[in-house]
């Protein structure tokens, strides 16, 4: 028999907190037959939005191709959809039933280095573009291939996505946390990041590459394009590559803010010596196919010799899945004005958008409001990361940083385990993805229905005041 | 910039050699006209195989459910089809658009524990199940888990499929090779096991665990229940993990063999000791769904606290695809009879395993009677491993056993390379599975429709003749 101790000690040490205890816990009571709230993830259809009609209808022909030989059924489908369906089955006439390249398919991949291309008017070559089950694959290769060492040090985030610590854990490389500037709508900082990347060499670390999620997760912000042109600098001078999770790209809800990704950003300053890996998803965006795990990632600045090995990697797990690759396919060629399905999908994406804005301010403006919890509107994404004060129950002055750390992680795990117990509302502490020592978070999606999301506000202040007085009553006692 | 020595060096020293050097030139002679047959890689449906109707039928009413709303188009499906299929949505309303539990659907675990019991007449335990995307990364997520130090090692067989070599190499673990015992069909054979562990033991290794793969890959062999109970006693023995890779369960053409899961024998020989990992996959047997990359990991003999982190290493990329998984279910609970969809099933499944039983055949007398050529009728599986004679081009009396491999490994790519050039059939060399030092190898699938499989024999005997011929020639030049 094995126990816990056999196994591989970065498994034990790594740490997954959107799927952690407080998930677990949700899961059980909802067992016992109470209503959750599941605000812990980005898994849209898992709230409640409808998939995208043109998607679906097209991968229900992939799938069954005989379809194709049914007037009957075909009524109900849009002329380009069949069209499409036809095209894509004589572009690639096994469907989805055999391994493709390690890459992906041959046409898929061209299609999305042109949709690079046309989104940030650059060049893009369809060699780089590996397809992956959903952005995590590519991620997860990026490191996998760069870490050389336990002392390779990959900068990331803080707060970041979990995907990226538990990995960089489960591998065995050190991570080098650098803070994102909350009281500056959570851009990065040079002086931060300098300041980090200093401490972390003169630990001993070699820092080989920094992450940047933009739009934010768990933060919501959107980097200016300034900003992203300082982080290109930053990692050019350090000589780091860059790893770009954009994954939220199409989630941008506030006018004054743009999109810029890396590739393009990079592209205008002419930097050809800092390698960049970009990463895209079909989970996200409008269409939040989560259970279909496609994606892809773009590599740019590394020799084909490089790139070869990234195929590799890939072709050791054979290839995407090919559902995946053609939603991803999809997701970059959507219907063109002129189409039958143009107008549905249309009213679907706009619907959808506009539903998560609307949400994003009500999230927002509504537990800004709250006594004690500090948050913006998220301009994008799909999440606030709200700064949360509470009583202290013990005298934090003379904690070491450690013991604060360690303190705060409790503190900001009762409260959500809490909310979760009295509210039914499962969301993630902020120490899951990281904070300033000091600080405490929590992490929700405003995914919800609209409906759910007003009566979450109302009732996260409810719980929020009933938990505080708790607390200083507690304080008073223990005092007294 | 970087290069390839700024990469990892386990990425750089992996090899895998169904995607390697052979496999890229055939694409690029295909990229410039010539038709290649594809023996390198179990893709069934890449050669023309066609897909199991119900599976796909199944599929696209779950990707676009609103087909079950249309009467016109039901017309065309089974009635069983429809039932099924809502009664899947019904299970699991979300379908396959979002990200489920990181082990998968529960009923579809459910399911799968129910279909071993069935299968072995054993206890299974759903709570044990894990969906995989594929059985590949089912076995990545063990060895990653497995692994505690670089000295840390797997047992494989040789020659074994190269995920093992492949994955070991990247995450630094050791590779304990056995050989398999050709002259014993394939076979493991104790004496060979015990002078393997014991050597590595020797050289200052730690072996974990062991991986066996039934039916074998590339060998085509089928363990005997004999063979299984000596396994099961030497991995209790040495305090070894097993791996069982059984994706060819159902692949066996010959009557006087049986499959045997390790699970089953293990229970009946009372083992409750030895962690066992067992590996299925949607990629095989008779469906050959590779492009839907679906699997599953049973998990047995290990306490709740060491399967809770097999689950952690799997919700890091949040789950398996939903298609795979759906396909899965689909695999394991095919039509029933009295089902309007049964029929055309069995008579898809008896076709294809008929079809594969008889080119079995065709490939194993064909190539065996070539002189020269040695293999017989494989049992199982989807392949043979052909021993191949050729005259020398060196003195290997006075080699090292080093310099012995590497010439031997030289010989046969230039042979398979040469193969492919002269005739366009793709086989892979047997040094990319591994071989007994002073043996050459190739293996070829036997999935090509039965007349490319014909042909493939008459074409492989004319150029293995020519090309003898040539390298005698070639000897005696360089000896005049």
């Known amino acids: 028999?094995?126990?816990?101790?056999?196994?591989?000690?970065?498994?034990?040490?790594?740490?997954?907190?959107?799927?952690?205890?407080?998930?677990?816990?949700?899961?059980?009571?909802?067992?016992?037959?109470?209503?959750?709230?599941?605000?812990?993830?980005?898994?849209?259809?898992?709230?409640?939005?409808?998939?995208?009609?043109?998607?679906?209808?097209?991968?229900?022909?992939?799938?069954?191709?005989?379809?194709?030989?049914?007037?009957?059924?075909?009524?109900?489908?849009?002329?380009?959809?069949?069209?499409?369906?036809?095209?894509?089955?004589?572009?690639?006439?096994?469907?989805?039933?055999?391994?493709?390249?390690?890459?992906?398919?041959?046409?898929?991949?061209?299609?999305?280095?042109?949709?690079?291309?046309?989104?940030?008017?650059?060049?893009?070559?369809?060699?780089?573009i590996i397809l992956t089950d959903g952005a995590s694959k590519g991620v997860q290769s990026?490191?996998?291939?760069?870490?050389?060492?336990?002392?390779?040090g990959f900068m990331i985030p803080i707060p970041q996505y979990p995907l990226y610590s538990a990995t960089i854990t489960l591998y065995g490389a050190s991570q080098i946390g650098y803070y994102l500037d909350e009281q500056n709508s959570w851009q990065l900082n040079e002086k931060i990041l300098t300041d980090s990347i200093e401490k972390a060499k003169n630990d001993g670390i070699d820092p080989v590459a920094m992450v940047v999620i933009n739009p934010g997760n768990p933060t919501g912000a959107v980097l200016s394009h300034e900003n992203i042109e300082m982080i290109i600098r930053f990692a050019q001078k350090h000589i780091l590559s860059l790893m770009a999770d954009e994954v939220y790209q199409e989630n941008i809800y506030n006018p004054n803010y743009h999109f810029y990704s890396f590739a393009k950003v990079?592209?205008?300053?002419?930097?050809?010596?800092?390698?960049?890996?970009?990463?895209?998803?079909?989970?996200?965006?409008?269409?939040?196919?989560?259970?279909?795990?496609?994606?892809?990632?773009?590599?740019?600045?590394?020799?084909?010799?490089?790139?070869?090995?990234?195929?590799?990697?890939?072709?050791?797990?054979?290839?995407?899945?090919?559902?995946?690759?053609?939603?991803?396919?999809l997701m970059i060629s959507p219907p063109k004005e002129g189409d039958e399905s143009y107008s549905l999908f249309i009213k679907e994406r706009d619907g959808i958008l506009h539903e998560l804005k609307t949400k994003a301010r009500i999230i927002g403006e509504g537990l800004g409001s709250i006594k004690g919890m500090t948050t913006g509107v998220p301009p994008g994404a799909?999440?606030?990361?709200?700064?949360?004060?509470?009583?202290?129950?013990?005298?934090?002055?003379?904690?070491?940083?450690?013991?604060?750390?360690?303190?705060?992680?409790?503190?900001?795990?009762?409260?959500?385990?809490?909310?979760?117990?009295?509210?039914?509302?499962?969301?993630?502490?902020?120490?899951?993805?990281?904070?300033?020592?000091?600080?405490l978070h929590f992490r929700t999606t405003f995914l919800p229905p609209r409906d759910e999301i007003e009566s979450l506000v109302v009732k996260v202040k409810e719980f929020h005041e009933k938990y505080v007085e708790r607390i200083k009553k507690l304080v008073l006692e223990t005092v007294s």
Chains 1, 2 share one sequence.
């Open 266 to 329: 990079m592209h205008e300053m002419g930097v050809k010596d800092t390698p960049l890996f970009s990463f895209h998803s079909v989970s996200k965006g409008y269409m939040g196919e989560c259970g279909h795990r496609g994606g892809y990632m773009e590599v740019r600045n590394v020799p084909d010799e490089v790139m070869a090995e990234f195929i590799k990697i890939h072709s050791i797990s054979l290839c995407a899945n090919l559902d995946g690759q053609f939603v991803t396919y």
């Open 142 to 152: 990026v490191i996998m291939a760069l870490l050389k060492k336990k002392t390779d």
């Open 1 to 128: 028999m094995i126990t816990r101790k056999d196994l591989n000690p970065n498994l034990l040490d790594a740490e997954y907190a959107v799927r952690g205890a407080i998930v677990n816990r949700a899961q059980e009571l909802e067992k016992q037959g109470r209503k959750i709230i599941y605000c812990n993830i980005g898994n849209p259809q898992a709230l409640k939005q409808k998939p995208i009609t043109y998607i679906r209808q097209t991968l229900s022909l992939l799938e069954y191709p005989e379809l194709l030989n049914n007037k009957d059924a075909l009524e109900s489908y849009p002329k380009d959809i069949v069209e499409r369906a036809k095209w894509i089955l004589q572009k690639h006439p096994l469907g989805t039933g055999a391994y493709t390249q390690s890459g992906g398919i041959g046409f898929i991949r061209k299609a999305v280095a042109e949709f690079i291309s046309k989104r940030d008017g650059i060049p893009a070559n369809e060699d780089h």
């Open 382 to 439: 799909m999440y606030a990361f709200v700064k949360l004060e509470l009583p202290h129950t013990q005298d934090v002055t003379k904690m070491t940083p450690e013991e604060r750390l360690a303190y705060d992680s409790k503190r900001d795990n009762d409260y959500c385990l809490a909310m979760l117990e009295e509210t039914g509302i499962c969301v993630v502490p902020g120490s899951g993805f990281g904070q300033l020592p000091g600080t």
